[in-house]
């Protein structure tokens, strides 16, 4: 990039988990290329990158307005921000192509307050030095229809979709049609997503599957950031424990299974020698 100190500006691009790019820039009027609208009003500030050599995190913080247009608080609370993707670009406005990469990462913690908002930034490097390595447990570590779990969440009778009837606590308890083909307990630590309404995008984790006279009663583990209404359209999934009798009995995948059923369980390493019997470190009956 050229050396022109007075021309020169930032430009952010966020993309979303489902889709939706914004644009921001701290130039003091709009810009336009990769086919991205960069918003000047939106007020964006940044402190200066701090990159390394090797592998130590990337890091940097942004701040702006909170706007209707652009970001705003009820899609950042509702969780449509976390783990985005962000680009950064440093420019000369006056020759838009005269530009270059500055940091491409994901967006970490966000901060509201007084009408504006502060995001930490994550460089590619920061899962690096998250703690790795496999857990050895009775239970599968693996997520239901993940490339390690491998079951197919799309085949019929794991999953539905249909139109919540009513609702209670912002969407924390759902009332959806009876679902009579599904057995009472079928969904527990299955996955609700959101199709349509103001919560489309958002999902949520079930905590209790019952019923309620006519309809099937959903209750979530967190409400979703938006509050649904009734007729929105929502996918329910079945649920899986990670016990491997459910993993054979439920859904016939127990090749896939990747916890260790049979190790010893914590009350049997704790156990300490008894007089008498026998201490052969056999099985205990």
């Known amino acids: 990039m050229s050396d022109t100190t007075t021309t020169r500006a930032r430009a952010w691009a966020l993309e979303r988990r489902d889709g939706v790019v914004i644009g921001f820039t701290d130039h003091d009027r709009d810009l336009t290329f990769d086919g991205i609208l960069f918003r000047a009003e939106t007020g964006m500030t940044a402190k200066a990158l701090t990159q390394t050599t090797g592998l130590s995190v990337d890091n940097t913080e942004a701040a702006g307005a909170l706007r209707s247009d652009a970001l705003t608080e009820a899609d950042i609370l509702a ?29 970490g913690e966000i901060t509201r ?61 759902l009332y959806l049609p009876a679902l009579v083909e599904f057995p009472i307990g079928w969904f527990v630590h299955g996955r609700v997503q959101f199709l349509d309404g103001g919560a489309t995008g958002l999902e949520s984790i079930v905590r209790r599957d019952g019923s309620a006279g006519n309809a099937r009663r959903i209750e979530l583990w967190t409400a979703p950031g938006a509050t649904p209404m009734p007729g929105d359209a929502v996918r329910i999934e079945a649920g899986c424990d990670k016990r491997f009798v459910t993993c054979r009995e439920k859904f016939g995948n127990q090749l896939n299974f990747r916890g260790f059923p049979h190790i010893p369980n914590e009350d049997w390493l704790a156990l300490m020698p008894r007089d008498g019997g026998v201490n052969d470190g056999g099985r205990r009956r």
């Open 79 to 107: 969780g449509r921000y976390d783990v985005a993707e962000l680009r950064i670009w440093e420019l000369d406005w006056n020759v838009i192509a005269d530009r270059r990469l500055l940091f491409r990462g994901t967006l």
């Open 113 to 173: 307050a007084g009408g504006a908002f502060r995001v930490e930034l994550r460089g590619l490097s920061e899962p690096l030095s998250r703690s790795g390595g496999r857990v050895f447990g009775a239970l599968c570590p693996a997520v239901l229809g993940d490339s390690a779990c491998r079951f197919d969440m799309a085949s019929p009778g794991f999953f539905d979709v249909c139109e919540i009837t009513a609702l209670e606590e912002a969407g924390g308890i």
